[in-house]
């Protein structure tokens, strides 16, 4: 069983840049499909970014992908999110997901890591 610890959150500025990486154990996840997702203050969850299994392809939620970049390294078993010129808006817990080929959606999470992002 995968199990994925979400790290590098914090408070930021406005305009400023964070990296989120995510940390799996238990078994390597280069056979599954990650994503990334985020759930703001009274906000429902939000998918933000996909990466495939061999990192080949990499899918944002709209207009995310100008400012946010999806990575992984299947060696060390890690996925990461790159997030620049970060605003209020971003303000979030961001969550760590896994997908296997076998299931629809995404079965596997993370506890989150928050980012809160000042004004």
């Known amino acids: 069983q995968v199990v994925l610890v979400e790290s590098g959150g914090g408070l930021v500025e406005a305009g400023g840049s964070l990296r989120l990486s995510c940390a799996a154990s238990g078994r390597t996840i280069r056979d599954y499909t990650m994503g990334w997702f985020r759930q703001g203050p009274g906000k429902e969850r939000k998918f933000v970014a996909t990466?495939?299994?061999?990192?080949?392809?990499?899918t944002y939620y709209f207009s995310f992908g100008s400012r946010f970049t999806i990575s992984r390294d299947n060696d060390k078993n890690t996925v990461s999110l790159e997030m620049n010129r970060l605003e209020p808006e971003d303000t979030a817990l961001y969550y760590c997901a896994a997908k296997s080929a076998l299931d629809y959606d995404y079965t596997i999470w993370g506890q989150g890591t928050q980012v809160t992002v000042s004004s």
């Open positions: 990466i495939s299994p061999g990192g080949g392809t990499a």
